[in-house]
């Protein structure tokens, strides 16, 4: 088979997922990725064969959606003229990983797609949801990428079409220890925004990986990392416990690893305050916004014992057979 495989690069989940599948899913066929995005920050080592600026988002400087940059950087004649550039009917199987463009190219060339990833999860009224729904927000999950075929990723199997976490072989085959350092992984924020609390809890170790560290340096209780695939795999293996984000793919594997985990979402990103939503019914401490007393919760939430249930890792033969029988019916 010939495979198209649409990935959102708004983040560095998706591109993470993609990396890990493409072993597997070069033993149905050929596989072509189109990168829609320009906000990642990992090393690509994928066939990209097609790409598009797309729509990404972008932050404000401690913890926030910057909108106004973010709607500025939309380029709709673009995006359409690159949606009907696409070759898709060259293609036997449409992967699409929560891209717009080519939600709009199917649409537009009448060609059938699956949407695959954590997004599609949100289909299901099942789906963890926070206590206010933002209606803009649903209108987002539902509409920015629709596809007659869905098959979600989330931490539990809310619904018969979601599935569990696709987990890196790194972390599945590793031996995790606990080094008693920190790890933390926050792209939403700049590093004036945390460093002072971070140093305050003098007692602990962070490693924090930032986009604009361009080689591993140490000041103080912090060791400053770039974005480094392999670095922050070996980091979160070897941590007590990681803060991060609202996503889902390092939320996920810290999970699966037993690590403790601070969750900060985004915000005003309505799909992190969901995912924030489903990690507080497994336990996991949230925290909405960071003010001066933020080492204080650092400190308390070290000093807590946390039971997390098992997070099973996705069965990637069986589920993209799933996949590709789902996408023949």
């Not at 649409?6 to 493409?22: D, E, F, P, V, Y």
């Not at 619904?159 to 606990?178: T, V, Y």
Request: aromatic share 12%; with cysteine.
């Amino acid at each position: 088979m010939k495979i198209f495989y649409a990935i959102q690069a708004t983040g560095n989940g998706h591109i993470s997922r993609a990396t890990q599948l493409h072993p597997y899913l070069l033993k149905y066929g050929t596989v072509d990725f189109f990168l829609s995005g320009n906000n990642a920050s990992l090393d690509i080592k994928l066939p990209i064969k097609f790409k598009s600026k797309g729509c990404s988002l972008h932050y404000s400087k401690c913890g926030g959606l910057d909108y106004w940059n973010t709607l500025t950087n939309i380029r709709p004649r673009q995006m359409y003229k690159d949606a009907d550039a696409l070759p898709l009917k060259e293609y036997d199987v449409i992967i699409n990983d929560f891209d717009s463009i080519t939600a709009l190219a199917c649409k537009l060339q009448n060609v059938h797609s699956v949407q695959f990833g954590h997004q599609a999860s949100f289909i299901s009224k099942a789906t963890p949801r926070p206590n206010k729904k933002s209606f803009m927000g649903e209108m987002i999950l539902k509409h920015y990428a629709p596809s007659p075929k869905n098959i979600g990723l989330h931490f539990e199997n809310y619904d018969s079409f979601i599935r569990p976490p696709i987990i890196k072989d790194q972390i599945i085959e590793a031996e995790p220890k606990n080094l008693g350092h920190i790890t933390v992984y926050l792209p939403s924020f700049d590093k004036d925004c945390l460093e002072k609390a971070f140093n305050k809890v003098n007692h602990v170790h962070f490693h924090w990986f930032l986009n604009d560290v361009e080689s591993p340096y140490t000041i103080r209780n912090i060791t400053y990392y770039p974005v480094n695939q392999k670095k922050f795999n070996k980091s979160l293996i070897n941590c007590e416990g990681i803060i991060t984000g609202g996503g889902f793919e390092t939320p996920a594997e810290a999970l699966y690893l037993k690590k403790k985990i601070l969750s900060i979402p985004i915000r005003n990103h309505y799909e992190q305050e969901c995912n924030a939503a489903a990690l507080k019914k497994l336990g996991v401490p949230v925290v909405y916004d960071v003010e001066d007393d933020f080492n204080l919760i650092i400190e308390s939430w070290l000093d807590k014992e946390i039971l997390y249930p098992t997070i099973k890792a996705n069965n990637i033969p069986e589920t993209l057979d799933y996949l590709f029988d789902t996408y023949k019916e």
